[in-house]
């Protein structure tokens, strides 16, 4: 194991990381392709052994490495994120939960060190991200199926390759699969400045799509503003400002939108769709307010409003392993023409995780933590 970054700032110890994994590939011998059994070796992982406060029950821990079958593959995690869903997934109030003690993450990216015999989709060198959630992806390494990974191009950078799985997965879902949106159309959203919805304000400005951006009020509103403007927002709103009366004239100079993406829930999604097209669709992923979403009956009879909701893990059930492969090749086409970038980012050293898993849940946070592995 390689002890980097404790000395060094955040950003610096994930370039040297990313130097000695490179370093380290170009030595491999091409005569190992797949390992034999070796000596079990022992890993760092953030493990949890029941629900409760994150910053609480979960804990720094030393793991045994399984020993490399036929079909499986020895990867070393290079970066994780922390996202919403990881803090539910520990809290045990999310959809899906697997058996504890389990290692906590959903998402990040690694560096393949062997293969099984046989393994054919993915060779040591090689980068992958997971297939699904509940892999456990805040460790040092770990030793996975084949089935379980997805390889990727080693020229992304390293932050949108950790981020890759889960938001932009779902903000080009949901701008795909609701509404048949053409160029000009317009799409309104609230928590812009989340995950998502940065991923929502790239993909739709790739689309020629025009955006409508919901942020609550905060004290750096300007900064935030600026930022989700530098990526392609055309607009960005206050949730106070979305209630005024004066909105009625600010759709006269643009199409009203046809689809609205909420994950917030409460006020904020009766805001948006107040101003939704007749026979316009909200999409609800999210529910931060932690309150309902309540629809007037003059807007489900007169103005047909549809009511949906979209769960990345359930899209992934209803459609084939190779349909996420291609939805990951198209977003990877993104990145690599600059059109997608990773969302604001903190790198945070494993052991630095109390600090990042107690800044994942403060309010007003624009920055994504990303635990770095070294």
């Keep these: 194991m390689w002890g980097c970054g404790a000395l060094l700032g955040a950003r610096a110890g994930l370039r040297l990381c990313r130097e000695l994994f490179l370093a380290w590939n170009r030595g491999w011998s091409a005569a190992a392709p797949y390992s034999a059994s070796a000596e079990p070796s022992r ?206 004239n600010f759709f006269k100079d643009m199409p009203p939108p046809r689809l609205a993406l909420n994950s917030v829930g409460g006020k904020s999604s009766t805001e948006l769709l107040r101003h939704l097209a007749p026979g316009g669709t909200m999409v609800t992923y999210g529910g931060m307010a932690k309150q309902p979403v309540i629809a007037s009956v003059s807007q489900l009879i007169f103005k047909d409003l549809k009511l949906r909701g979209f769960w990345l893990s359930q899209w992934k059930k209803d459609h084939s392993p190779a349909q996420f492969k291609e939805l990951i090749v198209t977003l990877c086409g993104l990145i690599s023409r600059g059109q997608l970038t990773a969302p604001a980012c903190s790198e945070v050293p494993l052991q630095d995780y109390q600090r990042a898993l107690e800044a994942s849940v403060q309010p007003f946070v624009s920055s994504k933590q990303i635990l770095t592995m070294c």
């Design 43 to 248: 890993v760092r992982a953030l493990v949890y052994g029941h629900h409760g406060d994150p910053a609480k029950v979960v804990e720094l821990k030393n793991l045994e490495l399984a020993a490399v079958g036929g079909s499986d593959v020895h990867v070393k995690m290079l970066a994780a994120p922390i996202n919403p869903s990881d803090i539910n997934m520990i809290q045990g109030n999310y959809g899906l939960l697997p058996k504890l003690p389990a290692v906590g993450g959903n998402e990040g990216v690694g560096q393949v060190v062997a293969v099984g015999s046989s393994v054919t989709g993915v060779k040591p060198g090689d980068w992958v991200i997971p297939a699904s959630a509940g892999l456990g992806t805040w460790q040092t390494e770990a030793v996975f199926s084949e089935e379980a990974l997805i390889s990727i191009p080693r020229d992304l950078p390293l932050q949108s390759a950790a981020t890759l799985s889960v938001n932009p997965c779902t903000a080009y879902r949901m701008l795909m699969d609701f509404e048949q949106l053409q160029p000009g159309d317009c799409v309104i959203q609230n928590a812009s400045n989340s995950g998502v919805g940065q991923a929502v304000i790239q993909i739709a400005a790739a689309l020629g799509l025009r955006t409508v951006n919901v942020v609550r009020d905060r004290p750096d509103l300007q900064k935030l503003t600026d930022r989700l403007k530098s990526l392609g927002a055309e607009h960005v709103l206050t949730e106070e400002e979305l209630r005024k009366h004066e909105m009625k």
